[in-house]
């Protein structure tokens, strides 16, 4: 901070308060106090053009907050390591109020996604070629889902709910003996029926995730992805889901975790913003689920979207 302790004090004080006035550089600070990135790196963990992040990063480091360093062909930035005290202090306060900013979440699930990537091409940088996009190109990226669908006992009945187009159903349809598709659109119950045509053993119920067109225990397990967060009474659908299953039956369900990304509710037409997890937890339990688990994942380097919440849980024996 050599640099701004020679302006006038209240200039400095202005200039640092002005600097930290931006969502995306309280952002940036977050993320390089903890590692040294590049742009191309922040970029795809803010999900914002290049040029915005090194319009925000120019203004970082012309305030003395960030010194760059080379590595390789990339620039990589981070947090002065030595802040002066009015800086250190007002970072401190602006860090502790931060806390609990579902944005600041989901950056950090993307950073640990961003260095697994940086250290995997680490890895394969001598063989110049990548496993994973050569697979992907060899045999399409069904493979494995194929594979864990044939771990699941055949004479299963398996209900999608919000089963969107059926490319699921079509899929667990090669290794169960009967497969249910739930939804609620007419549109997306057309498109799983031609992707499921000719299958006897999928059946397509046209209804409302909170009050399912299903008996009670009839099916051996439930899968719900990316469908929760559209539903108007989420805890209804959750106790449908319950009702539905064969006590011991597993529920599995897919969703967003907490965000506010501008636009993206609009973009998906989504109803909720995802959820916290000790909410859907609060929800399963009331609903009589047992052996919960809730595990959360960045999205994919590549991909926009919030990061996932997986859930995966029983149903109790006894309501
Ligand atoms: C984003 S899509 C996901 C589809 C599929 N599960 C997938 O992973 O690709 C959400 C689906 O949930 C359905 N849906 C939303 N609200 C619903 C409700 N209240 N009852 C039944 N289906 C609903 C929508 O019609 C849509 O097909």
């Not at 860090?95 to 609990?100: E, F, M, P, Q, V």
């Not at 680490?122 to 045999?139: I, M, N, P, S």
């Not at 973009?267 to 052996?291: S, V, Y």
């Amino acid at each position: 901070m050599t640099r701004v302790s020679e302006t006038p004090p209240q200039d400095q004080l202005l200039g640092l308060i002005s600097s930290l006035s931006d969502e995306t550089r309280l952002r940036l600070l977050s993320l390089l106090e903890q590692e040294s990135l590049g742009v191309a790196e922040l970029r795809e963990i803010l999900q914002l053009p290049q040029s915005t992040v090194s319009r925000h990063l120019k203004i970082l480091m012309d305030q003395g907050w960030l010194l760059m360093r080379r590595h390789g062909t990339a620039n990589l930035y981070h947090v002065a390591e030595a802040l002066d005290e009015t800086a250190a202090g007002l970072w401190g306060l602006s860090r502790a109020r931060l806390r609990g900013w579902p944005t600041l979440g989901q950056d950090q699930l993307r950073l640990k996604a961003q260095l697994r990537k940086r250290r995997r091409r680490a890895l394969f940088e001598a063989k110049a070629t990548d496993w994973g996009d050569l697979r992907a190109a060899l045999y399409g990226v069904g493979a494995s889902l194929d594979a864990l669908a044939g771990l699941l006992p055949p004479a299963w009945t398996v209900v999608d709910l919000g089963c969107g187009a059926g490319e699921l159903l079509a899929r667990l349809s090669g290794h169960l003996t009967h497969v249910i598709g739930v939804d609620q659109s007419e549109a997306m119950l057309a498109a799983a029926a031609l992707a499921t045509e000719g299958r006897h053993n999928v059946t397509l119920r046209q209804g409302d995730l909170a009050a399912l067109p299903l008996d009670s225990a009839s099916v051996d397990a439930a899968l719900m992805i990316l469908a929760l967060s559209y539903v108007d009474e989420p805890e209804a659908a959750i106790l449908e889901m319950a009702r539905v299953l064969r006590p011991g039956g597993r529920a599995t369900l897919i969703d967003a975790l907490r965000h506010d990304p501008p636009g993206f509710m609009e973009e998906t037409g989504q109803t909720h913003p995802g959820f916290e997890p000790a909410a859907l937890r609060g929800w399963l339990e009331a609903a009589g689920f047992t052996h919960i688990t809730i595990t959360t994942r960045a999205a994919e380097p590549e991909a926009r979207g919030p990061a996932l919440l997986q859930i995966s849980a029983a149903r109790g024996e006894a309501r």
